[in-house]
């Protein structure tokens, strides 16, 4: 970060920030932490943060997050928040803490697999009685015993749901989405319709001809392409 100390500019780790200093942030850099803008003027790419695409315009007064990419003007800004207090690092925690939460496929998955291990070891001790009984040695009846609690021990059952919920999040979160009750995420399977309010993210704001169909036997499509340009160019109206 660019820390201003009076009339000069010195180049310190993030970690050396401290609140309420004053920090510069160069065109096309990202802003290092937190904070209020107190000089000059900027647009700030927070897709990766908010998800909208188009550059939010930042002035005098206005609050900046930590991770936005500045646009082609320079800021000087009021650090407000650095370390663990920061808008990222909370999106971090949030992702954490939706790994290690328990939803309740979990908890019947780690419920099921208690009972399975206990299943596991009566059949071995069942296994270990009965070839005992049979007059076998007790290390060829320890080897069978061991065997069979080996082979229907249900570990895989306990580890399976943690292990796709961990990578799961983690792909979510690359892609910007956050997932804050892996309850709601074992939910979304049922999810029929989704609605967006993102023009400028999943959508272009610009109007286009995508297609054409000419209904009129006696038109061809250029000859209707020349009339409804020659009527559209003089208009104002962007459709």
Same mark, same amino acid.
């Given at each position: 970060?660019?820390?201003?100390? &009076?009339?000069?500019?010195?180049?310190?780790?993030? %970690? %050396?920030?401290?609140?309420?200093?004053?920090?510069?942030?160069?065109?096309? @850099?990202?802003?290092? +932490?937190?904070?209020?803008?107190? %000089?000059? @003027?900027?647009?700030?790419?927070?897709?990766? *943060? #908010?998800?909208?695409?188009?550059?939010?315009?930042?002035?005098?007064?206005?609050?900046? !997050?930590?991770?936005? !990419?500045?646009?082609?003007?320079?800021?000087?800004?009021?650090? /407000?928040?650095?370390?663990?207090?920061?808008?990222?690092?909370?999106?971090?925690?949030?992702?954490?803490?939706?790994?290690? $939460?328990?939803?309740?496929?979990?908890?019947? +998955?780690?419920?099921?697999?208690?009972?399975?291990?206990?299943?596991?070891?009566?059949?071995? /001790?069942?296994?270990?009685?009965?070839? =005992?009984?049979?007059?076998?040695?007790?290390?060829?009846?320890?080897?069978?015993?061991?065997?069979?609690?080996?082979?229907?021990?249900?570990?895989?059952?306990?580890?399976?749901?943690? *292990?796709? /919920?961990?990578?799961? #999040?983690? =792909?979510?979160?690359?892609?910007?989405?956050?997932?804050?009750?892996?309850? +709601?995420?074992?939910?979304?399977? =049922?999810?029929? #319709?989704?609605?967006?309010?993102?023009?400028?993210? =999943?959508?272009?704001? !610009?109007? &286009?001809?995508?297609?054409?169909?000419?209904?009129?036997?006696?038109?061809?499509?250029?000859?209707?392409? @020349?009339?409804?340009?020659? *009527?559209?160019? $003089?208009? @104002?109206?962007?459709?």
């Amino acid at each position: 970060a660019h820390r201003v100390v &009076g009339d000069r500019v010195e180049d310190v780790k993030l %970690e %050396e920030l401290q609140k309420d200093d004053l920090i510069l942030v160069k065109p096309g @850099e990202k802003v290092p +932490a937190d904070g209020i803008v107190q %000089e000059g @003027e900027s647009y700030l790419n927070e897709s990766m *943060l #908010t998800g909208e695409s188009k550059p939010v315009k930042k002035g005098k007064g206005q609050e900046v !997050i930590g991770g936005a !990419i500045n646009g082609n003007g320079s800021i000087k800004v009021k650090v /407000v928040h650095t370390g663990k207090d920061s808008y990222l690092t909370k999106v971090i925690g949030l992702v954490q803490d939706a790994q290690k $939460s328990k939803s309740k496929s979990q908890h019947l +998955a780690d419920r099921a697999a208690k009972w399975l291990a206990y299943v596991a070891v009566g059949v071995g /001790v069942v296994t270990l009685a009965v070839w =005992l009984s049979l007059g076998q040695s007790m290390n060829y009846s320890i080897e069978r015993m061991v065997t069979v609690m080996v082979i229907s021990c249900p570990h895989a059952l306990g580890l399976a749901v943690p *292990l796709v /919920v961990a990578i799961s #999040t983690a =792909l979510s979160a690359q892609h910007g989405l956050l997932i804050r009750n892996r309850t +709601a995420f074992e939910n979304s399977r =049922l999810i029929t #319709t989704m609605v967006f309010d993102k023009t400028g993210t =999943l959508t272009k704001g !610009i109007f &286009g001809v995508t297609r054409v169909e000419v209904l009129a036997i006696d038109l061809n499509e250029t000859k209707f392409l @020349e009339y409804a340009s020659a *009527l559209e160019q $003089s208009s @104002e109206h962007p459709i």
